[in-house]
């Protein structure tokens, strides 16, 4: 388990208060970040109720000191480019650099349809976003954009105050098939998906060939799955919070196909527990 990084997953579904807990007792924990999801309707269930990611990832950040904090991942089809800069902007000013920068193409079908919001076709989607990135990185690092894209048009667009973190803020890149991977090769400072461990042994590959081909270093980018029980129970993998064993198992199965951070989904308050064996085995937290 030395050099890995590992982040929880929070769904905001529950009252505030009890989500501030839930982020201070995480970080006492010694988890390195922690993330909740940018939707509007909630992709499991979606009558369950759900706050707003960035409004509440800057009420949280206050709440933290120390952990790094973002949205696995923002979707760029709920907002224009710019505005997801500004609100990183914000929210990096708010937790005194600690924003790691979640972004993606979009996926959930459903809150598309309710509430009437344009999702497109993938080959559009991920065109958008590629266009996307090729803004939000530059209005991060302070300079002034002007574009005549397919998708934005901007002139002359800049944003201030500059962000805490120089040159800007870290992105973490959600990206499953190869067109995304091509985009993650060229922007992320981390990529994150998730998947069987043969899916991401593969999807590192073509990670990694897609840097080569562009002339970066593929040791510039971090390697991060997701892991939750729907993709590691159907592979015959334990539950990661059952025992400290079952969860060295699991990342270690994982690093072996080339991860080398963890965004985890919540343990339950019944394993609360054993994720303080955890943290005190792995982590090395005194709890």
């Known amino acids: 388990m030395k050099g890995l990084r590992f982040g929880v997953t929070v769904v905001q579904s529950d009252p505030y208060p009890i989500l501030a807990e839930k982020w201070r007792y995480f970080e006492e924990l010694g988890f390195y970040s922690i993330w909740h999801c ?15 990611a960035w409004t509440l990832l800057a009420a949280l950040a206050a709440e933290t ?59 559009v989607r991920v065109g958008r976003f590629s266009e996307a990135m090729g803004i939000i990185d530059p209005l991060l690092r302070g300079e002034t954009v002007s574009r005549e894209g397919r998708h934005y048009r901007l002139s002359g667009a800049r944003l201030r105050p500059r962000p805490v973190q120089r040159p800007r803020p870290p992105f973490t890149v959600a990206a499953h ?12 400072d981390r990529w994150n998906s998730f998947g069987t461990v043969e899916e991401i042994a593969e999807r590192n590959r073509i990670l990694d060939a897609e840097c080569e081909r562009i002339g970066r270093d593929p040791a510039e980018i971090s390697r991060s799955v997701h892991v939750e029980e729907f993709t590691t129970a159907p ?22 196909a080339g991860a080398n951070e963890f ?25």
């Open 38 to 52: 940018d939707h509007l309707l909630r992709s499991l269930d979606p009558t369950a109720p759900l706050f707003e």
């Open 65 to 123: 000191p120390r952990i790094r904090v973002g949205a696995l991942v923002s979707s760029n089809v709920l907002r224009h480019p710019a505005l997801l800069a500004q609100q990183a902007i914000t929210v990096d000013h708010v937790s005194e650099g600690r924003l790691e920068l979640g972004v993606g193409c979009g996926w959930f079908e459903e809150e598309h349809r309710r509430f009437g919001i344009p999702l497109f076709e993938p080959g």
């Open 263 to 287: 965004t985890i989904t919540q343990p339950r308050p019944d394993q609360y527990e054993t994720a303080e064996k955890i943290a005190s085995e792995v982590f090395g937290t005194p709890v």
């Open 235 to 256: 592979q015959g993998l334990p539950d990661v919070w059952s025992s400290p064993g079952a969860f060295a198992e699991v990342m270690g199965r994982y690093t072996e």
């Open 177 to 188: 098939g190869p067109r995304m991977l091509r985009i993650c090769a060229r922007f992320a």
